[in-house]
């Protein structure tokens, strides 16, 4: 059995905030399990199986999963290492006031169509504000019920995210990809590798994964280790170390890649969300 831990960092009328780190112990699908309330879960570090009936979504970094409530689903961890997430819990009225009536669905009880939507740098930045923030205690209550309202609402803006529409053959090989991509994400892998993990030819799978995630393969991988840069920043102080255990060739391409989705650097990440001194 997977071992759980679950952090409070925030509860209001408007939003409840937990943090939620799983050991991944449990390798194939779990027991059973119902959410009490509709939430938003952003991985940010690791990977896991959510299996909603005959719907699987692969849960990294990159995406934001729907829990809807009362609905039941399983996990499961076909990569060792565990994962964590932020769950968010929006108060109902709120959340349907933010929700897009098309991704809603129809029905007495307020739930999402789909199981899950691929989030943009800048959402992937405010989960991170707002775990270190809330983590270290360093910020307002008024700052992060506004982070977790912009954070939401970009998470289901049609020009912030995206919602994936494959076959179930297609989204599979793409789902097969992402857990070799989270398998090791340092790994400088090549195309033709990643190809033959899948079982298809190199020229196929980057037809496939661009159709379904709407990103070249490339980009996908670079915003996986990306994200977890923002996990790690409150951990190294050499961010030369940092850029070149996740994969990077160097620190300028670590930075300047960093930048380029975020709208900042490394270091002035670490100050902006006071990680350091400045």
């Given at each position: 059995?997977s071992q759980f831990?679950?952090?409070l960092l925030l509860?209001?009328?408007t939003?409840?905030?937990?943090?939620?780190v799983?050991?991944g112990?449990?390798r194939?699908k779990?027991?059973?399990?119902?959410?009490?309330k509709?939430?938003?879960v952003y991985?940010y570090?690791g990977?896991?199986?959510r299996h909603?009936?005959?719907?699987?979504?692969v849960?990294?970094?990159?995406?934001m999963l729907f829990?809807?409530?009362?609905?039941?689903?399983?996990?499961?961890?076909?990569?060792e290492?565990?994962?964590?997430?932020?769950?968010?819990?929006?108060?109902e009225t709120m959340?349907?006031?933010l929700a897009?009536k098309?991704?809603v669905?129809?029905?007495?009880?307020?739930?999402?169509?789909?199981?899950?939507r691929?989030?943009?740098?800048?959402?992937q930045?405010?989960?991170?504000l707002?775990?270190?923030g809330l983590?270290r205690?360093?910020a307002?209550?008024?700052?992060?019920?506004?982070?977790?309202?912009t954070?939401?609402?970009?998470?289901?803006?049609e020009?912030?995210?995206h919602a994936?529409?494959?076959?179930?053959?297609?989204?599979k090989?793409?789902?097969?990809?992402?857990?070799v991509?989270?398998?090791?994400?340092?790994?400088?892998?090549t195309l033709s590798e990643?190809?033959?993990?899948v079982g298809?030819s190199?020229?196929?799978?980057?037809?496939v994964?661009?159709?379904?995630?709407a990103?070249?393969?490339y980009?996908?991988?670079?915003r996986?280790?990306?994200a977890?840069?923002?996990d790690?920043?409150?951990?190294?102080?050499d961010?030369t170390?940092l850029?070149?255990d996740l994969?990077?060739?160097s620190?300028?391409h670590?930075?300047?890649?960093?930048?380029?989705?975020?709208?900042?650097?490394?270091?002035?990440?670490?100050r902006s969300?006071?990680?350091r001194r400045?």
């Amino acid at each position: 059995m997977s071992q759980f831990s679950t952090a409070l960092l925030l509860q209001t009328k408007t939003v409840a905030i937990r943090d939620i780190v799983c050991d991944g112990g449990c390798r194939h699908k779990g027991d059973e399990e119902c959410a009490h309330k509709t939430s938003l879960v952003y991985p940010y570090r690791g990977v896991f199986m959510r299996h909603v009936g005959r719907n699987d979504t692969v849960a990294e970094a990159n995406q934001m999963l729907f829990f809807n409530a009362d609905q039941g689903y399983r996990i499961s961890h076909p990569i060792e290492g565990g994962d964590a997430c932020v769950d968010l819990a929006i108060d109902e009225t709120m959340l349907e006031e933010l929700a897009p009536k098309d991704q809603v669905q129809r029905g007495a009880a307020f739930s999402f169509r789909r199981q899950r939507r691929r989030i943009d740098p800048r959402a992937q930045a405010l989960v991170a504000l707002l775990r270190h923030g809330l983590r270290r205690n360093v910020a307002e209550t008024l700052e992060a019920e506004t982070l977790a309202l912009t954070l939401v609402r970009r998470s289901l803006g049609e020009r912030t995210s995206h919602a994936a529409g494959a076959s179930a053959g297609r989204q599979k090989l793409v789902d097969r990809a992402k857990l070799v991509l989270s398998s090791d994400l340092a790994r400088r892998w090549t195309l033709s590798e990643i190809a033959a993990e899948v079982g298809v030819s190199p020229v196929y799978l980057t037809q496939v994964f661009q159709q379904v995630e709407a990103t070249p393969l490339y980009r996908y991988q670079l915003r996986l280790r990306l994200a977890r840069a923002l996990d790690l920043l409150g951990q190294y102080e050499d961010l030369t170390a940092l850029g070149l255990d996740l994969g990077f060739s160097s620190h300028s391409h670590f930075s300047a890649s960093f930048k380029q989705s975020f709208g900042q650097t490394p270091a002035e990440f670490q100050r902006s969300a006071r990680l350091r001194r400045k």
